[in-house]
């Protein structure tokens, strides 16, 4: 069974411009999480999907960022305009309905310059 | 301070224990979790523990739960050259919403 994926591995970018993330949970997982970290800090959750409804996205840093996941399968996270705090390794993790254990992919790596 | 707190770095010789200390503030998860991420590889669960357990063994993994001093440690017996990665000390957050981590301890292995 594959794991969580997550497109692309690296990205960099300038200051203002658009990026977007996508992740590929495991199939059947209901249940999306998006987390990053930024310059060597702790992991931080961003916002949790059940299918293609926001559960939680108390943890979006500012309305630059914008998370879809239509359909309930895939999503895609979009952070518009970029700006150099955006910089750091994005999480996606998913896990099945109702369990605890969550499933991360490989992360993302975003440099904005 | 931060929710779930562990130093940066730890350094041990190889064939040697390594243990890895974390502090956290929310005494009300169920789980607490131990994850591995290695240089260029995603986030890997190492292992957990239940919050009414004080201990876990799973082969050269110890894990100590002091919920009085909330208190989480990783004890890896035997340290080898492959357990080299960051480890994240975690908790659970209101029913699987979402997990509190740290900041990651880096375990360099001395040959």
């Known amino acids: 069974e594959a794991g969580v994926t997550q497109f692309p591995s690296h990205s960099v970018i300038e200051k203002g411009q658009t990026v977007t993330l996508r992740c590929d949970p495991i199939?059947?997982?209901?249940?999306l999480y998006w987390y990053r970290r930024v310059m060597g800090k702790e992991i931080k959750f961003l916002l949790h999907f059940v299918k293609e409804s926001k559960q939680d996205e108390s943890g979006m840093p500012n309305n630059r960022f914008l998370a879809e996941r239509t359909g309930g399968t895939y999503s895609t996270l979009k952070v518009q305009p970029a700006e150099l705090e955006d910089s750091g390794v994005y999480f996606c993790?998913?896990?099945?309905?109702?369990?605890?254990?969550?499933?991360f992919g490989p992360g993302t790596r975003l440099t904005v310059l | 301070g931060e929710d779930v707190e562990q130093s940066l770095f730890l350094s041990v010789r190889e064939g040697d224990s390594s243990v890895i200390n974390c502090t956290y503030t929310d005494s009300s998860s169920t789980y607490l979790y131990w994850y591995k991420q290695e240089p260029g590889a995603g986030l890997q669960l190492l292992t957990y523990?239940?919050?009414?357990?004080d201990m876990k063994q799973d082969q050269r993994l110890t894990v100590l739960l002091n919920k009085k001093d909330k208190h989480l440690s990783l004890r890896i017996a035997d340290t080898q050259t492959g357990d080299s990665a960051i480890y994240f000390c975690?908790?659970?957050?209101?029913?699987?919403?979402?997990?509190?981590f740290g900041s990651g301890t880096r375990l360099s292995i001395q040959p």
């Open positions: 523990i239940f919050s009414n357990m």
């Open positions: 993790a998913s896990t099945p309905q109702y369990t605890d254990t969550q499933y």
């Open positions: 975690a908790r659970e957050y209101s029913n699987a919403s979402k997990i509190i």
């Open positions: 199939s059947g997982h209901d249940n």
